[in-house]
């Protein structure tokens, strides 16, 4: 497989970051994508190949060599990624993280106990982790990715992925996700052909909560949700009405907060579609 890497233009409008390999060797996977924290990467091996990054196996490689990489936020590279062929010749290439600046977000008026819960409500909090974890431990190898992605949703943009949230003045975690803020009952669309792993009507922090896989470690997540319309195991298709906007949990307003994942990172979804401004340009020019 000769040396073949492509921006990500065409599918989501965005230019993708320089990939710098150590040498341009025979072997080496095309990749499609961007190398930025919070960047996704789509690969593809020769079949029967195995893939590292930075030491760990990719643990969901497609038969035909698929696969996808997702950098963290605070990831710091280079990134190594290690080919083993199958006629058990190795390979390791290198490639540059670009560096992000992440927003400050403060966040003022919610309730005392959706910022610091009450402890008798922690196993619950608990539970509803071992939820999500389990549905993003699903590996399906059907091609879904090969649809491409589109945004659940038009409309502002409230909240981005990577901004440092301050609730009621107290430091918390990073925001995973990229907030649509459009009214409830607005239809959430599939962005990409997947299968449903979770359906919870209400979560503690996210209300009601979708999660659909699209396939090799690749998990978007729906939350704050008013209606799910899809049941665990339903196969949807890009378009397909899945859900509708809500406010439900830990939520100021009526909005829908979408997050993907790749494996166990929580990569930036904005990557994988066009600017929003491009989005409802061309929906508008449909209508």
């Not at 083993?84 to 560096?99: C, L, N, R």
């Not at 549905?135 to 945004?151: D, M, P, Q, V, Y």
């Not at 943009?157 to 430091?171: A, D, K, M, T």
């Not at 196969?235 to 939520?251: E, F, H, N, T, Y």
Request: glycine share 10%; no cysteine; aromatic share 6%.
């Amino acid at each position: 497989m000769r040396l073949a890497i492509t921006t990500f233009i065409a599918a989501t409008g965005l230019m993708a970051a320089s990939l710098t390999a150590t040498s341009a060797k025979a072997d080496e996977p095309i990749l499609d994508g961007q190398f930025v924290q919070g960047g996704i990467v789509f690969g593809h091996a020769n079949a029967g190949d195995q893939v590292l990054l930075d030491g760990t196996a990719i643990d969901t490689i497609a038969p035909d060599g698929r696969f996808v990489l997702g950098f963290a936020r605070d990831y710091e590279g280079p990134a190594k990624l290690t080919i083993k062929h199958t006629d058990g010749q190795v390979e390791d290439f290198t490639y540059p993280i670009k560096d992000r600046e992440f927003n400050i977000q403060r966040i003022d008026g919610l309730p005392k106990k959706m910022v610091t819960p009450d402890p008798n409500v922690m196993s619950r909090i608990k539970d509803d982790s071992r939820q999500a974890r389990e549905a993003r431990t699903e590996r399906f190898n059907e091609k879904f990715l090969e649809s491409g992605f589109i945004w659940p949703v038009l409309g502002p943009i409230s909240g981005v992925y990577g901004s440092q949230r301050i609730l009621n003045g107290e430091p918390r975690s990073p925001h995973w996700g990229v907030d649509i803020a459009v009214p409830v009952g607005t239809p959430v669309v599939a962005p990409a052909d997947g299968i449903v792993t979770l359906a919870h009507p209400d979560m503690y922090f996210s209300g009601a909560t979708l999660f659909v896989d699209h396939g090799l470690g690749m998990v978007s997540a729906f939350l704050h949700l008013s209606e799910i319309d899809v049941k665990v195991g339903d196969v949807v298709k890009q378009g397909d009405v899945i859900a509708k906007v809500g406010s439900s949990g830990r939520a100021t307003g009526p909005h829908l907060d979408w997050r993907v994942n790749v494996g166990a990172q929580r990569v930036d979804a904005q990557l994988l579609v066009p600017p929003m401004a491009d989005a409802q340009k061309a929906a508008n020019a449909k209508n």
